[in-house]
């Protein structure tokens, strides 16, 4: 089993949305960034390489979200709550990124893997977790 990972990036009660550009099946529709792990990578390296990669910003992670959601035979994804410490979230990799509120969540169209992360990620939110000033 291959781990992807995503964050959940939080400042001020509200989490950052990707949107992706491919693959085709998968162009328009959100994600919260990240990628896989890498052979003798750590998945909290992964995530920070990941988003240093896809964002061009500097993340410490504050702790993984409850549970797995296996991406097809091979593959699963895991999601970590983060904050930003270096830098302003910019696309790369993606056309556009959004910060959404507990109750924006379902204003955008998640990919599948992320859906089951949502109602965690919500409940945190309205909780405003995070450090002070995240």
Known sequence: MIDVVG???VHEGRVLAARRT?????AGR???PGGKV???ETRDAALVREIAEELGCRIVLDHWLDGAVRIGPRHRLLVAL???VEGEPRPHEHDLVRWLGPDELDDVDW????RPFLPELGRLLRGH?????Q
């Open 7 to 9: 964050a959940a990036l």
């Open 22 to 26: 491919h693959p085709p099946e998968a």
């Open 30 to 32: 959100w994600e919260l």
């Open 38 to 40: 890498e052979d003798g």
């Open 82 to 84: 983060a904050h930003v």
């Open 111 to 114: 990919l599948e893997p992320d």
């Open 129 to 133: 977790v995070g450090r002070p000033g």
